[in-house]
């Protein structure tokens, strides 16, 4: 056999070049967002996981606040021994993000000390801590819906002159938006406040099962573990409930495959008792169920089944069809969770001595006791409260759209967060001065001109890693939420691009054949049908009524406990996520194989 | 179907028979009675071989002439060898013999349906390697003269150069040399192969390692063509590997007895020689063998043209039951320690 080929490496980061074209919107992103000198020593990879898009210039505040938190939960509240934070930069409207370990042993034992009574702390604690983080998540939640965006009126409100507040209207945009991007600083902190933790707990029963069973697949560990938490499936299981409780009521016929959710909510409007008590039951529903988001909540443009009911109503007729064929839509809760214990039991059984059972024992008690985190954060942090901050950044952009800054409130996502304070002030001193804010005529050209560029991205293709390939993947988090590994890497580096075989890891078990759907962007969705399989940059969970349509999923970029794998192997569809390269070398409508238990794909 | 002295059919044999009825045999009435799909058939016991040998030693002596070689003058050894091979051959059973085995074979087989004829040796060391020359298989055997003349070379291995040394080697007496026959109807297989109840590679005990071919198992037992491989776990049934390999030759019974090699047809080369439903099937029956025996199983099994699954043979798996298992981990006073193995930089 021949020696392996020593994997030359990737581009480094100082080889990349901005668009031609796009120079002016690369530059709009922070300073500290941007490759500098000393990137190329260092290993980058791109986290087309979360950010699969180019980023527009405000939506880097989620990348930002995002790696602030989990950066400062590592290295400096829980402080891990060996691995601090995550740095990020951007090129092209790319994320890349790189690991910062600690390699001194003098550091480590510092920090293992530290560790056993913070870290330790939180694990020995857990249930409590985790109680008083959904009464803290609930409260930052009403917090931002109740942040009001004042309009500025011709002369500020008499009622509070009369009671002598001493602080015009103007100000309150400024407290306002700062409220805004504080609460969702704060956010971030929360959603890290256990996620590596949870995911170290989960590493440690995976990596046990590895050495006892050399062959045992990615999902069959996380079936141990993942996909019992009643919240990650609820939204779903509330929509079913909708579509049961209307063919009970015989109201079913109202919801056309095709119907426009205003045009059915109407028409049951005015169809007395049974119309009414299916949108009591939907109003009931969707607060708060409906605020998931139809992405990861990570862009502005991924709206919540509330902002968009076009996606929860395309998806009911299937299950109102569903329930009318007697077929029975409940997840069959308390067979899965017999069927885990039986897992369980049976690896168990299998263990060679009384030591391992008993470690073994340990170790998925502790990843049980920490996994409901990991799975229920998602809805609180990644799908209300995204959704939630977004659709509050939008008023300001209604604001600044009504006094002439731009044109579509949408289009404040094109201002960093920063430029936003600017335009807020620019446009509090006009009204306090009496002159035409600078605005509306500096806006509309960087708009335009960040948007061409954004679009010009798109077209672009982005290496799948920058720098030198590190001896030793050792972030918990790098490992099993972006499946990057040194396997991985090296199959994307020796990758033969001709080759019909596109290889990921298993995901979810199961051979498939269909016609291939590339779907880049959450606005393509529409386009899968029956059947199909979805080629995509990141499998999303909350995509759940596609999950319904669809054969087979592929993706880019995910581990075997990304959220799509669970969601995959709850709905039993065979996936292969992190391949590196799907959406790039399948085409459109190419008929492909999907085997979701070697995690290969195959173009046909 | 009555058992006898000399002939004991599967449902009536099991492993504490083996001194009689040889490993291979026992280890077919142990998975006949267990409810496990074997090809039917008996073995000739190793009364018949004694009745046999007694025979030829009334008419010339046999056992002296053995005893009497020199076991270093290795061209001594190899001329006694040769004779005695064929001599063992060459001569009749006597008649009361001859026609209880062919009568057990009319009843297995009718006049001429095909049957594999494999020795079965009687003792553990008999499996070692330096026996390999007793382990004979002959394939799609047909007619009882053809079956008797078979039983006949399998006993005549006894007198292989190789057993005869080492018995003269070990000092071994000539009085305590025996062999069982197994003789089965054969499988007409379109696909066959081995499987292991804990991975070759790994020795992982929660799956199965599936390899198979086209046709007869002997191209794969034989290592002539490169099997499609499957791992399935046990637990779950997740089929994690699917290697499906170029098969370019099958072995397919020849018409006039034995087997033939043939190309496979290019479009059957890479298309899998197994089902998800047989590889699901072959992985129960693999659970079942091991729990009825309770320790880890090599098996060698076949698919019919019907797609009736069956197996052939099963015995220990050896190597990796040989090794001590290392301790994965040991479990911590304080369960939350385990953690630092991930954050503690101990790996």
Redesign the interface.
Known sequence: MNAPVKPVGFPLPSSVKVIPGTEAAQASYPYFMQFAKGDDERFWFYNSMHFPEPMSAFDTVTGEAAYIALGAANTRVHV????LGIDQRIINGRIYIGGNA?TD?VQ?GRR?EE?QQR??YY??NWEQLYAQWKVKMLALIKDAEDIKIPELPEFDDLASVHAGRGIAQNHFVLTAYHKTIEGYFRMWHHHFEFLL?GY??Y??FF??CK???????D??VS?MVAGMSPEFFRPDDELKGLARLAVELDIDHKFPEDGKADEVLKSLEQMGEPGRKWLEAFEKARHPWFNVGVGDGFYHYHRSWNDDLSIPFSAMPGYMRQVREGKTLDRPIERLKAERE??IA??RD????D??R??????I??SHRVFPYVEDHKFYCEHWYTTLFFNKIREFGGLLARHDFFASPEDIFHLTRFEVDAALSDLMTSWSTGSAPRGPDHWPPIIAMRKAAIAEWAKHPTSPALGAVPD?I?D?AIVMLWGITSESLNAWLNEDVTSSEIKGF?AS?G?VEGIARVVKSVDEIGRLQEGDILVCPVTNPTWAPIFRKIAATVSDIGGSMSHAAIVCREYGLPAVVGTGTATQRIKDGQRIRV?G??GVVTIL | MTSTETIGWFADIGLVDRPSVGGKGGSLGELTRAGIAVPPGFVVRTAAFERFIEALEASAPLRAEVEALDPSDLDAVTACSKKLRARLEASDMPDALRAEIAGAYAELAGADRPVAVRSSATTEDAEDASFAGLQDTFLWVMGADEVLHRIRTCWASLYSVESLSYRLKHGLPETGVAMAVVVQTMVDARTAGVMFTRSPLTGDRSVVAIEGSWGLGSSVVGGEVTPDRFVVSKITGEISVRDISKKLIQHVPAAAGGVDELDVPTERQTIPCLSDEEISALTDTAKKVERHYGRPQDIEWAVDQGGALMLLQSRPETVWSQKEAAPVAKPQADPLMHVLSIFGGKR
């Open positions: 891990l021994p060996t691995v600690v042993p480590i293992v560790f870290g330790l694990y020995a933790l170290g707990a590493m440690v990596e046990f050495k006892a069973f050399p062959e045992i697949t999902q069959t079936r039986r897992i049976e690896y299998l263990l060679n001595t030591d391992d008993a470690a073994f024992d340990q170790m008690g502790l030793v050792d918990p298993a078990p051979v085997d238990s070697r």
